[in-house]
């Protein structure tokens, strides 16, 4: 169960409100998941990932964003067990990094998860291009195709018609959730349930929070918007956990994605410590008082729960708010919950803004100035 240290004045009329227009939102599919997950797309997750274990030494998750953070933060995070590792392409444009992973992958056996909602992002699309002609080479193109899981919309999209057109096998990102709120769908577990994490406790974690954490959730909402209010525009989370750092990641895009538009929302940083106490730990100590620091506390050993009493009192004692989040466990069910409880908390604390915490036009703005660069535009 997620537990705050913190006790905003919460206005419930205002609360209720909110949450009921997040419930009824077009692109609120992501509340009922946990519980209201189709369990024959479930079955079949859990089928495709022990075929690919059984056949591959690597899958390669092509994607980006909201299509690539969510699985790439509890994988890193939890650090499974699985013959077959994840290799992850397609999240840069960057042509080192592309021939790093197409050497990485080498001669081994692979399979493919291409996600993207919408198919046309560029990155992705990039990528899969140059693996899915090693993968054709190496196979030949029926074999090949077996070998290639597709993620995408249910109707449409140029990585729609392809998938259908060749026959792939398709998992679908449903039309009432965003990338960034996508994790528990196909989009974060078929990479996961590869990886070897068990996806059955991580929902068990995600359909517990669906009632525990509308408190924690709400105040942590209008706690962020409280101190926004009072000239704090930036939000640092800090983990005492290394291997967390992607679950900042996805954190930044979250709140980043959902909140900074019309010139509103805080600023998402993130430090994990005590690694960053050694560098950014000053600045969070005697730097320009405009940020906050918002605990995300696992539970740890003893020397690292020192550290993080330590952290509270020296940064408090500098001049900066320090929220506390509790997390129960360090495993699936603790990820689970706490997934939850940041999507509430984000959707909730967007609309405190006055945003919508589900388009994003900011991004499709680069996608359109870059489409006009190379000349498609
Ligand atoms: O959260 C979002 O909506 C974005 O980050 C998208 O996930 C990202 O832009 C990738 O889009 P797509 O899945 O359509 O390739």
Redesign the pocket.
């Known amino acids: 169960m997620i537990t705050v240290n913190f006790s905003p004045k919460v206005d419930l009329e205002k609360a209720n409100k909110i949450l009921h227009e997040i419930a009824r939102n077009r692109m609120g599919g992501w509340l009922r998941l946990p519980r209201g997950m189709d369990m024959g797309e479930f079955v079949r997750i859990k089928e495709a990932a022990k075929k690919i274990q059984d056949e591959s030494e690597y899958l390669v998750c092509i994607?980006?964003?909201?299509?690539?953070?969510g699985h790439r933060a509890i994988i890193e995070a939890l650090r499974p067990k699985s013959e077959t590792k994840i290799i992850y392409a397609g999240n840069s444009l960057s042509r080192r990094e592309l021939d790093r992973a197409l050497e990485k992958v080498g001669d081994h056996d692979f399979s493919i998860n291409v996600?993207?909602?919408?198919?046309?992002?560029l990155?992705?699309a990039m990528a899969f291009g140059e693996f899915k002609k090693k993968l054709i080479e190496k196979y030949g193109e029926t074999e090949a195709f077996s070998r290639i899981y597709a993620t995408?919309d249910r109707h449409q999209?140029a990585l729609h018609d392809e998938a259908e057109a060749a026959g792939y096998t398709r998992f679908v990102?449903p039309d009432t959730i965003?990338?960034?709120?996508?994790v528990l769908s196909a989009?974060g577990l078929l990479p996961m349930a590869v990886a070897g994490v068990n996806i059955d406790k991580l929902l068990e974690g995600a359909s517990a929070a669906v009632e525990t954490t509308v408190e924690p959730a709400t105040k942590y909402a209008f706690m962020r918007y409280d101190l926004a209010t009072k000239g704090y525009d930036t939000e640092v989370f800090a983990s005492f956990e290394p291997a967390t750092m992607y679950f900042n990641e996805w954190l930044k895009?979250l709140f980043g994605?959902s909140e900074g538009k019309n010139q509103q929302g805080v600023f998402p940083a993130s430090v994990i410590y005590s690694t960053d106490l050694h560098s950014l730990g000053q600045f969070m100590q005697e730097g320009r008082r405009n940020l906050w620091e918002t605990i995300i506390d696992f539970p740890t050993d003893e020397i690292n729960e020192k550290v993080v009493a330590a952290v509270r009192i020296a940064h408090a004692q500098g001049g900066i708010p320090v929220l506390d989040i509790g997390v129960s466990s360090y495993d699936e069910v603790g990820f689970g919950e706490l997934i939850y409880f940041f999507e509430l908390a984000c959707a909730m604390s967007a609309k405190l803004f006055g945003v919508n915490p589900f388009d994003?036009p900011g991004?499709e703005a680069y996608k359109a100035e870059l489409k006009k660069l190379m000349g498609n535009g």
Do not use: D, F, M
Request: cysteine-free.
């Open positions: 994607g980006i964003g909201g299509s690539y953070l996600i993207s909602k919408s198919g046309t992002t990155e992705p995408t999209g990102v965003g990338g960034r709120y996508s989009v895009q994605e994003q991004v």
